[in-house]
């Protein structure tokens, strides 16, 4: 016990490092961005869906986005991609992956956009592991759970499959993949198995493509 002539305590407090306080505002503000982005993202979802550009004087909504908020529309459409998959599963679910989407991040909501789409055996358990899974590993598990190989995101041309999907509005991502697929497959088939490059199959449908427009005397 102190007695009333002791002198009163003297709390000092450490220096915090500079390293630390800028780990610590680092930590906070990814906490902020992850809990705001995909909210972002369904706003987003609505002003294309709707042609809110319209009305803000743009004649494209990918215009809209890339004037105002200096967002290329690869990103959005990436964002919006999840919001979409998202509205796409059935209500009881909707709220609770949302939220576990928002602790993956978005890189790894853009892994799993597709795998909610398609919603196959075991799908919301691999949602619920994303958190904790790295990129390349739950980039594979979802090609597993997919139907496709593995390591098929590595494989020569899928890069750039994945590159101009992001470029399709996502109501039309899904259907594009499948006929892109489709003629891999044909073109596999036809030789007898193989790996058939996806830029190989996308120089096809510009060859029939070609074909369609001479048919009807157009030249380019």
């Given at each position: 016990?102190?007695?009333?002539?002791?002198?009163?305590?003297?709390?000092?407090?450490?220096?915090?490092?500079?390293?630390?306080?800028?780990?610590?505002?680092?930590?906070?503000?990814?906490?902020?961005?992850?809990?705001?982005?995909?909210?972002?993202?369904?706003?987003?979802?609505?002003?294309?869906?709707?042609?809110?550009?319209?009305?803000?004087?743009?004649?494209?909504?990918?215009?809209?986005?890339?004037?105002?908020?200096?967002?290329?529309?690869?990103?959005?459409?990436?964002?919006?991609?999840?919001?979409?998959?998202?509205?796409?599963?059935?209500?009881?679910?909707?709220?609770?992956t949302r939220e576990t989407l928002i602790k993956a991040g978005v890189a790894k909501a853009g892994i799993l956009a597709p795998?909610?789409?398609?919603?196959p055996d075991g799908w919301a358990d691999l949602v619920e592991a994303a958190p904790e899974i790295l990129d390349g590993p739950?980039?594979?598990?979802?090609?597993?759970?997919?139907?496709?190989?593995?390591?098929?995101?590595?494989?020569?041309?899928?890069?750039?499959?994945?590159?101009?999907?992001?470029?399709?509005?996502?109501?039309?991502?899904?259907?594009?993949?499948?006929?892109?697929?489709?003629?891999?497959?044909?073109?596999?088939?036809?030789?007898?198995?193989?790996?058939?490059?996806?830029?190989?199959?996308?120089?096809?449908?510009?060859?029939?493509?070609?074909?369609?427009?001479?048919?009807?005397?157009?030249?380019?």
């Amino acid at each position: 016990m102190r007695l009333p002539s002791d002198p009163p305590a003297i709390v000092i407090q450490a220096e915090v490092a500079r390293h630390e306080e800028v780990h610590r505002e680092l930590k906070r503000l990814t906490r902020a961005m992850n809990e705001y982005w995909l909210l972002w993202a369904t706003f987003a979802r609505e002003a294309i869906e709707k042609g809110y550009h319209v009305q803000q004087g743009y004649a494209s909504a990918e215009e809209y986005f890339e004037a105002e908020f200096q967002t290329p529309y690869r990103s959005v459409f990436r964002r919006t991609s999840v919001a979409n998959a998202i509205a796409a599963l059935p209500a009881e679910v909707q709220d609770h992956t949302r939220e576990t989407l928002i602790k993956a991040g978005v890189a790894k909501a853009g892994i799993l956009a597709p795998l909610l789409r398609k919603q196959p055996d075991g799908w919301a358990d691999l949602v619920e592991a994303a958190p904790e899974i790295l990129d390349g590993p739950l980039q594979e598990r979802v090609n597993v759970a997919m139907g496709r190989p593995a390591h098929s995101h590595k494989l020569p041309g899928e890069r750039f499959r994945q590159m101009v999907l992001r470029y399709i509005p996502p109501d039309q991502q899904e259907r594009v993949e499948r006929v892109w697929r489709a003629m891999d497959e044909e073109e596999i088939r036809r030789r007898g198995g193989g790996y058939q490059n996806p830029i190989d199959s996308f120089l096809l449908m510009i060859v029939a493509a070609e074909v369609e427009l001479a048919a009807k005397g157009i030249e380019w």
